[in-house]
Structure formats: structure tokens, C-alpha cells
């Protein structure tokens, strides 16, 4: 690269000439100052490769371009978000039912957020079988969204599963929701509010004090839709739980040629539920409604819960 100045002599009457100077041009910038998305090849290998071998539970940090599967920084393993304690409890659940045991959330290790459409949230976390008080530890990755045309919430698990170490082979699970597997009656707009007198008698049973008290996920279902009423409130809203039942009642399609209350064990339901809280956010004596539609595809580890609540100020 050529420059110029002007040399002016002091003495002499020679007039001022222009010199030109050479000087190295400087070395060019590296790739990661040109391009503000630019990622170390080495760094995103290393993402990919933790991403193909946990399933995206164990991944660090990557400024990937396009947003990637990123940590949330937790302090406190006991002291976890409200919001992700249910959808943990909601992967707990699902393998429950299906699997027969009786995991209980203790503490939550690690979350991972992926934003693909809906919120992902892989989250890893510490369980106890109450049967045996055997300790385990297990990952679920929770799907969480808002359907505005339906102004409802819907969250699905996407994986639901005891943890084993990344050095152990394991086939990757499916995590496409099988939609086709799902029975009609169970898809489509959310159905309204309805009382056991406004239903055909053989495809509801109205849940007894008893039935509440042994199936604890029907309080997961509650909370979810007080969640929803509530988003943004937070941690805030633990103070105001337990929720105090007034009536639950389950719709499920079959004939009812079983035991009404075998329809809690149902694959596919639709719940109604009132209940109020110890307190409420609002300051005033509030009751809620609740449908929470629950159905499941046959798949390992897949659950969904469609959620509407609407509230009402009682005396």
C-alpha cells in the first residue's frame, strides 16, 4: 500500500514535492470481526457433538446464529422456577402411567432452552419412587406453547425417560407427536364449559375426595390451568397453592360398559374442573374453570395437555 506527503525543503528555492512512501498493508481482519454470526468451526463441532450424544440434556453455551439449544443458569437445585417444576412434574407423570411407578419431583439439576416454533425445555432432574424411596434420575423434554386461535395452552412431552450415561448406546426416541393415533373426538377446538348433567351419563364420572387424594396428578392438571391464568406471575403463584377442588368431573368417549372410574385411567380425557385458590393474585375471592384435555399418541414418553381456564368472582 502506497501514501504521499508533502515535503517542504527549508532551505533552497527548490518548490514542495509530493513523495510517495510504501508502507505493509495491514494484516486483514480474522474471520470472527468481519462477521458478527461467525462460530469457531471447533466450537460448533463440539456443540454438535454434545447435542448427537445427550440429546441435547448436556450441551454448553454456543452463539450459534440461529439460536441453538442454550443453559439456564440454576443456583439452587431445590429452588427452581414454578413453570418449569410443572412441566418436569408433567414428564414424571407421563411415565408414571405408562411405566407404573410412582416418581416424585425432588430437585431439578439442570434446564436447557431450544425455541423451535414452541418453547422446548430439556430438562434434567432428581426423582424418588415413593414406593421404595429409590432414588432416580431423569430427563424429559417438555414442549410449551400458546395456541391463540384456540386461547389456549398446550404442553406435550417430547421425551420422558430415566437417564443413563451418554457412554451407554441408546436409540433415539421418537419425538414427533403421532397425531394420526389420536381418536377424533379428542382433536379440534377445545370444548366449553360443561356440567355432568349437560353430558351423556355413560361417558362421565365425577371424581370422589378419595379419587383426589390417591391420583396427585390431578392437582398437576389444576395447576396448569391456574399457570395459565396466571402467566408471568411466576414463583408468586406457590403462595396461593394448594388448590382447593369444588368438583372434578372425566369425559372420556367409551360406552361406559367399565367402571366409571376406570376412566381416570383413560389414555384419552377430557377433564372439568372448579377450584380457587388459598387466596388469589387478584386480591378478590376468585373461583376458576378449568378443561384440560389429555391425550396421548401410543408413542414412549408422549403426553399432551390442552389447557383453558376462565375465572369468575364469587361471594
Known amino acids: 500500500m502506497s501514501v504521499y506527503k508533502i515535503v517542504i525543503r527549508q532551505n533552497g528555492d527548490e518548490p514542495p514535492r509530493r513523495v510517495r512512501i510504501r508502507r505493509r498493508a495491514p494484516p486483514p481482519k480474522p474471520a470472527e470481526q468481519l462477521d ?12 454438535d457433538r454434545q447435542v448427537r450424544e445427550s440429546g441435547g440434556f448436556d450441551v454448553d453455551h454456543c452463539p450459534l446464529a440461529y439460536g441453538g439449544i442454550f443453559p439456564y443458569i440454576l443456583t439452587d437445585k431445590y429452588n427452581y422456577p414454578y413453570d418449569t417444576s410443572l412441566l418436569g412434574r408433567l414428564g414424571l407423570h407421563c411415565y408414571n402411567l405408562q411405566k407404573g411407578t410412582n416418581l416424585e419431583l425432588v430437585a431439578i439439576n439442570k434446564v436447557n432452552y431450544e425455541m423451535d416454533g414452541a418453547s422446548l425445555n430439556y430438562i434434567t432432574l432428581e426423582a424418588i419412587d415413593t414406593c421404595n424411596n429409590f432414588p432416580y434420575s431423569f430427563q424429559t423434554l417438555v414442549s ?36 394420526e393415533a389420536v381418536d377424533a373426538f379428542y382433536k379440534g377446538k377445545m370444548p366449553t364449559w360443561s356440567t355432568k348433567d349437560n353430558l351423556p351419563k355413560e361417558q362421565v364420572y365425577e371424581l370422589q375426595e378419595s379419587d383426589l387424594q390417591e391420583n396427585q396428578w390431578i392437582h398437576l392438571y389444576a395447576e396448569f390451568a391456574f399457570h395459565f391464568r396466571w402467566l408471568g406471575y411466576g414463583n408468586g403463584l406457590m403462595s396461593y397453592l394448594p388448590l382447593e377442588f369444588k368438583k372434578v368431573i372425566i369425559q372420556t368417549k367409551e360406552s361406559g360398559e367399565e367402571s366409571p372410574r376406570m376412566k381416570l385411567k383413560a389414555n384419552n380425557s377430557i377433564f372439568y374442573m372448579s377450584f380457587k385458590g388459598n387466596g388469589d393474585p387478584s386480591g378478590m375471592n376468585v373461583e376458576y374453570q378449568a378443561i384440560i384435555r389429555r391425550t396421548m399418541d401410543g408413542m414412549p414418553g408422549h403426553i399432551r395437555l390442552e389447557v383453558d381456564c376462565l375465572s369468575y368472582v364469587s361471594n
Request: glycine content about 0%.
Open 144 to 179: 410449551k406453547d400458546i395456541v391463540p386461535e384456540e386461547a389456549s395452552l398446550e404442553v406435550h412431552t417430547q421425551i420422558s425417560r430415566l437417564k443413563v450415561p451418554t457412554s451407554c448406546p441408546r436409540t433415539p426416541p421418537e419425538r414427533r407427536w403421532i397425531d
Open 36 to 47: 458478527p454470526d461467525y462460530v469457531d468451526p471447533a466450537e460448533e463441532e463440539e456443540y
